[in-house]
């Protein structure tokens, strides 16, 4: 199969790319492809995909809420762009989304049939893009997501190490809860989706909840540290751009699938382990 992977430099494209190394893979990313411009749509068709992995995004969220138009453009626009040569290529189309869409309120975890609201411009563009990909045409599946990290790039985890070096305490919002996803096990289910006749909606995260303090402490705990953590509120984290309290995606029509995600706190050791120990395949920032 040939497949393209937008974003294929990033953390998620890193792993997709590697996993896929047994199939034609034309990886797609900044500087020569660049969601912003109408170019990018030839560039897709061109390649003439059978399938089409849509990583590539805008994800500083609260950069989103300072370059509303950079983020439209890339989320929104780009993601159009993406589905338009998808459905000119004939090719299947797999759009990676956010639990952002979500606005927080509910008690019990997001289901594909809810209705999204988001609290955020990146949420609101990714949102968008999610439209634009459904009403497209192309034979297309939404994957959202949540809370992602691995082994290229900045996310959370890499940070938590690096701080709990330096620091003799640390500070973690604890009024947000969601699913630490680990970028490997998402690429995993993103291949086995691949091989399905599956299309429409579906939440794809590792399973468990948490929140970002709770995160914390468990990075700490399996770096073999003892460094305090702090809970605070989300009001004294003083970021720019609101977040949702409760962002816990429902993974019951992927089990249903026969896709049973690894727990939370397995694949954060397993990473914790080989960024500590620079032993993880494929290398990365």
């Known amino acids: 199969m040939r497949i393209v992977v937008t974003g294929a430099g990033g953390q998620l494209g890193s792993d997709l790319c590697r996993m896929l190394a047994n199939e034609t893979v034309i990886p797609k990313d900044l500087p020569e492809f660049d969601l912003t411009r109408q170019g990018g749509e030839d560039q897709i068709f061109d390649a003439r995909p059978d399938v089409v992995i849509h990583a590539g995004a805008y994800t500083d969220v609260d950069g989103a809420e300072r370059t509303p138009d950079l983020a439209m453009a ?4 780009g993601t159009a762009r993406v589905a338009r040569a998808a459905v000119r290529a004939g090719a299947r189309l797999i759009y990676v989304s956010t639990d952002y869409v979500f606005d927080g309120t509910a008690t019990v975890p997001y289901t594909e049939q809810d209705v999204p609201n988001p609290l955020n411009t990146y949420g609101m563009s990714k949102w968008l893009g999610e439209q634009a990909v459904l009403a497209s045409g192309a ?3 939404v994957v959202r997501t949540a809370w992602l990290y691995g082994h290229h790039g900045k996310n959370f985890v890499k940070s938590i190490m690096s701080a709990v070096r330096r620091e003799p305490a640390l500070r973690v919002v604890s009024d947000q809860r969601g699913c630490p996803t680990f970028a490997e096990d998402l690429a995993s289910a993103l291949l086995a989706l691949m091989a399905k006749n599956v299309s429409g909606v579906i939440h794809v995260t590792n399973r468990g909840d948490c929140t970002w303090h709770e995160f914390a402490e468990a990075i700490v705990r399996e770096m073999g540290l003892a460094v305090p953590v702090a809970p605070i509120s989300t009001g004294e984290a003083g970021r720019v751009a609101k977040r949702p309290r409760f962002s816990v995606l ?5 089990v249903s699938l026969g896709i049973v995600m690894p727990e939370w706190r397995r694949s954060l050791a397993q990473f ?8 993880f395949t494929g290398g990365g920032a």
């Open 250 to 254: 429902n993974q019951d029509r992927l």
């Open 272 to 279: 914790v382990n080989r960024q500590a120990s620079g032993s």
């Open 74 to 77: 890339v989320n929104r626009d």
């Open 139 to 141: 034979d297309a599946l």
